[in-house]
Structures are given as structure tokens and as C-alpha cells.
């Protein structure tokens, strides 16, 4: 499955529309008012405004859901590779330098 379709198959599975029932209602009362003085191609118009207004928004929700998704998948990244080098900044001197631990390598050395 390309990503994009499965990124748009995440948005839908957790998507939840928010009431916003005042918001709404004052929309649609709005609207009722405007349309009751506007001749019937004025009223197509608004209508077509409305119906782009919400593709808008349409469209601003899903990139915004796929722009965290990919920021959360970043981090993730960082994330690991912090704790892969994680190993490394413990061979670090007080000063930053890298050192070696003693251990088995001097033992090894020893021995030869």
C-alpha cells in the first residue's frame, strides 16, 4: 500500500469531528438570514462558497494530521538514534574527548 493512501487510511481511523454545536447553529442561522434576501444565482454562489470553505478546511485538517504524523516520526528517529549512541558519549572524557576504557582490550594487550 503507498504511504500517502495509508497515511489517509490513519487520518480517517482517527479523525473525530468536534461538535462545536454553537458554532454551528450560529452559521446556520446566519445563513438562513442571507439566503432569505438573495436572488436564487446568489444563493448557488453562497452555497458554492460554503462547499469550498469546507474543502478547505477538509484539506487543512488531513495536512495537518500528516505533517504531525511525519514530525512524530522524526522524533521517534531522533530518538533512536540518541539512545544508539547513547554507548558512545559514555567513552567521553571530561573534556569530550574519546577515550578507551580499560578492560578487555588492555588485557588482551597484556597477554601479547
Do not use: W
Amino acid at each position: 500500500m503507498p504511504m500517502p493512501k495509508r497515511l489517509d487510511d490513519l487520518y480517517h481511523c482517527f479523525y473525530k469531528p468536534q461538535e462545536l454545536t454553537e458554532l454551528k447553529s450560529s452559521i446556520e442561522e446566519n445563513h438562513k438570514i442571507l439566503i432569505e434576501n438573495l436572488s436564487e444565482g446568489d444563493r448557488k454562489m453562497v452555497l458554492r462558497i460554503i462547499d469550498a470553505e469546507e474543502m478547505i478546511c477538509n484539506y487543512q485538517s488531513k495536512a495537518s494530521f500528516i505533517q504531525g504524523f511525519m514530525l512524530g516520526v522524526e522524533l521517534i528517529t531522533e530518538l533512536q538514534n540518541y539512545y544508539d549512541h547513547s554507548c558512545e558519549k559514555k567513552n567521553l572524557n571530561d573534556h569530550g574527548h574519546f577515550f578507551m576504557p580499560k578492560g578487555e582490550h588492555d588485557e588482551k594487550e597484556n597477554q601479547s
